[in-house]
T-cell receptor, first 115, second 114 residues
């Protein structure tokens, strides 16, 4: 199947700092990628849709100035958590679809811990 | 927007028994319904999916049924094995094409007892 890679797999940072997470589609081009957040023992919550060459579309309640998304190429989307706080600690997962099947391929996920 | 409800939140069965997880969705325009299995700390893995032009799909021990009128779909696992223990998520998305904006259910923790 298609491969989506995410980096870093885990990161620990101090409160107030910014953290960047990368999501790459390794064997296909993705004009659209999706960022999800998953708190422990909870479901995947869609944060935003990353669109290559244009602004991301954020879900209701997600602060666009706090979660900066850049999709500068057809194989790379980045999520930057700005001025991170302990409540931002979570598992962040990206995904991308290939073709018109609707099937999503997920990255490995990035576990963020903010001290 | 789309809302997906999933039940039960936890399910415990004996090895060899069947397990059924049910989901309902709100957006009648949704046309793609995948099921994912997620093990602790890992990414979700697609186990089966169904589209709105099909009522049932089966893949070995796993089957999914869809009732468009009632807007609900179900996952059926037969002859469960301990390695089936995981969290299962249903999801739904609507067209167009490969935008794939999936909305997930709350998840079901399945425990298969040896």
């Amino acid at each position: 199947g298609a491969v989506v890679s995410q980096h870093p797999s885990w990161v620990i940072c101090k409160s107030g700092t910014s953290v960047k997470i990368e999501c790459r589609s390794l064997d296909f081009q993705a004009t659209t990628m999706f960022w999800y957040r998953q708190f422990p023992k909870q479901s995947l919550m869609l944060m935003a849709t990353s669109n290559e060459g244009s602004k991301a579309t954020y879900e209701q309640g997600v602060e666009k100035d706090k979660f900066l998304i850049n999709h500068a190429s057809l194989t790379l989307s980045t999520l930057t958590v700005t001025s991170a706080h302990p409540e931002d600690s979570s598992f962040y997962i990206c995904s991308a679809g290939r073709g018109n099947t609707g099937e999503l391929f997920f990255g490995e996920g990035s576990r963020l811990t903010v001290l | 927007g789309e809302n997906v409800e999933q039940h039960p939140s936890t399910l415990s069965v004996q090895e060899g028994d069947s397990a059924v997880i049910k989901c309902t969705y709100s957006d009648s325009a949704s046309n793609y319904f995948p099921w994912y299995k997620q093990e602790l700390g890992k990414r979700p893995q697609l186990i089966i999916d169904i589209r709105s032009n099909v009522g049932e799909k089966k893949d070995q021990r796993i089957a999914v049924t869809l009732n468009k009128t009632a807007k609900h779909f179900s996952l059926h696992i037969t002859e469960t094995q301990p390695e089936d223990s995981a969290v299962y998520f249903c999801a739904a998305s609507r067209p167009p094409g490969n935008t794939g904006k999936l909305i997930f259910g709350q998840g079901t923790t399945l425990q298969v007892k040896p």
